[in-house]
């Protein structure tokens, strides 16, 4: 590690003008999204809650949808993640994709999705992932992986031959976003930072300094 303080690179790939951006920031994002979905993982997203005591926790989830309401994802909701949107439903985002040497920042408030919804996605999963959903108590400290291998093996024989249903503790989120970064590394640390802002139902765009 004695290198890190002196690890650089020089951003130089792309840059990102005003003219470039999309009329609205959700087709933005889709955009980016649509030149990096060939990269491993591309829909990988830091999810940053807070907990009661004004601690942030983050970590990373798959985004699972995006349209004009805003962007999808699933989880536990008894999770710490999840018990933490309980309490406090702003979150804030972050994609990275240092390929192509960009990032989107999101913030907003988060909401469950229906019933329907969460059904609809689960039912799409592999069924080993829909088994794996009810054998995790996420977040929960467990004695050892052999706990999981343990229960794997009693919800994968439970279910056998039956369709698996959904957990009532497993279920989607959408997030309304209300501020959008959009983010390009460009020579001498001077990046792009382009930003929408949601300002009495309009998006306002604007320049942030780097």
């Not at 060939?38 to 798959?62: F, I, K």
């Amino acid at each position: 590690m004695s290198n890190i303080v002196h690890h650089r690179k020089s951003y130089e790939k792309h840059s990102l003008e005003v003219e470039d951006l999309k009329a609205t920031p959700h087709e933005m994002l889709e955009f980016w999204l649509s030149e990096v979905e060939e990269l491993h993982d591309y829909n990988a997203m830091v999810v940053s809650t807070v907990d009661a005591s004004g601690q942030p926790h983050s970590r990373v989830v798959l985004l699972r949808g995006v349209n004009e309401e805003g962007l999808k994802f699933y989880t536990n909701y008894t999770s710490n993640k999840g018990l933490e949107l309980e309490q406090n439903n702003k979150v804030a985002l972050n994609f990275f994709w240092p390929s192509v040497e960009r990032q989107v920042r999101v913030e907003g408030e988060l909401h469950k999705l229906s019933d329907a919804e969460s059904d609809a996605y689960f039912n799409s999963r592999p069924r080993e992932s829909q088994i794996g959903a009810w054998v995790s108590p996420q977040s929960a400290t467990i004695d050892s992986r052999e706990v999981l291998n343990e229960r794997f093996r009693e919800f994968t024989d439970k279910f056998e031959g039956h369709p698996v249903p959904r957990p009532s503790n497993w279920g989607g989120y959408l997030i309304r976003p209300k501020y959008y970064e959009f983010w390009q590394g460009r020579p001498n640390r001077l990046h792009d930072r382009l930003t929408y802002s949601l300002v009495e139902g309009n998006w306002s765009i604007g320049r942030m300094a780097p």
